[in-house]
T-cell receptor, first 115, second 114 residues
Framework: AQSVTQLGSHVSVSEGALVLLRCNYSSSVPPYLFWYVQYPNQGLQLLLKYTTGATLVKGINGFEAEFKKSETSFHLTKPSAHMSDAAEYFCAVSDGSTNAGKSTFGDGTTLTVKP | GAGVSQSPSNKVTEKGKDVELRCDPISGHTALYWYRQSLGQGLEFLIYFQGNSAPDKSGLPSDRFSAERTGGSVSTLTIQRTQQEDSAVYLC????????????FGEGSRLTVL
């Protein structure tokens, strides 16, 4: 069984400030980990993913995340927030050993960027 | 088109009516998923199709919900005798297991049950 916990349903930062969205996962098999972003009235799109190899992964729009197995975490960061980053962010985990089955999502974190 | 297509984009129905939601996945994607997103909630897994294997129906909330996938392509999610708590956005996603685990989502079908 797999699960995802996103700490903080709402995060608010000032424009130009660091963005940190937290994600912890539980998986009995090697995980694939993902961050998706959902802009208002749109579907989800992939920001970045970890499958194997380098634990620090970079995605679109300046976001990055680090897979820390010992901490079962995959936190999302961006050095400097932009107004256009305001959206809902979802962390997800799937079975990396078979690359099959469902992806399990967290409850999401709404990011607000203040001018 | 190149993306996942869902229809209708919006559906308003009366309690007790049946509804059908359609998903047309990306060509060549063998895996197809349905999720439900209620207001202010995360994504709730409903059902997963992979090739010719039996679907994983473990997320369907009741026997009023069913889904099928014809010819390994288009999928239809059917909700019978709709209830107000069925109001949500129903998201479809497809995946090519040979090219990593990410899901490609449609824009969703917003269902409102009056």
């Amino acid at each position: 069984a797999q699960s995802v916990t996103q700490l903080g349903s709402h995060v608010s930062v000032s424009e130009g400030a660091l963005v940190l969205l937290r994600c912890n996962y539980s998986s009995s098999v090697p995980p694939y980990l993902f961050w998706y972003v959902q802009y208002p009235n749109q579907g989800l799109q992939l920001l970045l993913k970890y499958t194997t190899g380098a634990t620090l992964v970079k995605g679109i729009n300046g976001f990055e995340a680090e897979f820390k197995k010992s901490e079962t975490s995959f936190h999302l960061t961006k050095p400097s927030a932009h107004m256009s980053d305001a959206a809902e962010y979802f962390c997800a985990v799937s079975d990396g050993s078979t690359n099959a089955g469902k992806s399990t999502f967290g409850d999401g974190t709404t990011l607000t960027v203040k001018p | 088109g190149a993306g996942v297509s869902q229809s209708p984009s919006n559906k308003v129905t009366e309690k007790g009516k049946d509804v059908e939601l359609r998903c047309d996945p990306i060509s060549g994607h063998t895996a197809l998923y349905w999720y439900r997103q209620s207001l202010g909630q995360g994504l709730e897994f409903l059902i997963y199709f992979q090739g010719n294997s039996a679907p994983d129906k473990s997320g369907l909330p009741s026997d009023r919900f069913s889904a099928e996938r014809t010819g390994g392509s288009v999928s239809t999610l059917t909700i019978q005798r709709t209830q107000q708590e069925d109001s949500a956005v129903y998201l479809c996603a497809s995946r090519n297991p040979d090219r990593g685990g990410e899901l490609f989502f449609g824009e969703g079908s917003r269902l409102t049950v009056l």
